[in-house]
């Protein structure tokens, strides 16, 4: 399968799990494409904020809004989060190994965000590795039209997924690095 997907019950687990694969990859001297989200703590009382860093050492852009103390709704920026999604798209070449994005959200299953890159990869044989969440993953799924795998959302999981793809330089990948955004 082209595509694995991952999904975990806790918040920012996926984000932590894919920022270190992604590390472990570029640490290997692969030529990963697309973004990693960082999360920080604001304190009880706020919500974190979002952060989408380009891989492998690009731009960091916050894709999340502060609406105020008693807001319930979506923190998404959408236009932060397009701009992450054009300075991924203008680095994007054929040549990469893989693509990694933080997730395949809300945007992305109405037919905006990296839906278009992920088409792109897709198109290239450049896999992709990316989360999904609970409420979106239908519209994932149908998105992918039987390329998605779910990978335990584990370095490790993600490891030997990406070795089944034949790139034995993901081998010897780390399971407990850690990423120092």
Known sequence: MTIAYIMAPGRGDTDQVLARFAAALV?????????VQINTDRGEEHPCDMDVQV??????????????PEARGCRLDPDALECAVAEVASGFDTSADILV????????????GFRDLIGEAVSHDIPVAVAVNSMNE???LEFASGLA???????????????????????????????AL
């Open 27 to 35: 640490a290997r001297g692969l030529n990963c494409h697309g973004v």
């Open 138 to 140: 239908a519209a994932f």
């Open 149 to 179: 795998v779910k990978v335990a959302p584990t370095v490790e999981a993600l490891t030997a997924w990406f070795q089944t793809l034949g790139d034995g330089a993901a081998q010897d990948a780390p399971a407990g690095d850690t990423l």
């Open 55 to 68: 891989l492998p050492d690009g731009a960091v852009f916050r894709i999340s809004q502060s609406l105020g």
């Open 101 to 112: 994005l933080n997730k395949f959200g809300k945007h992305e299953a109405d037919g905006r």
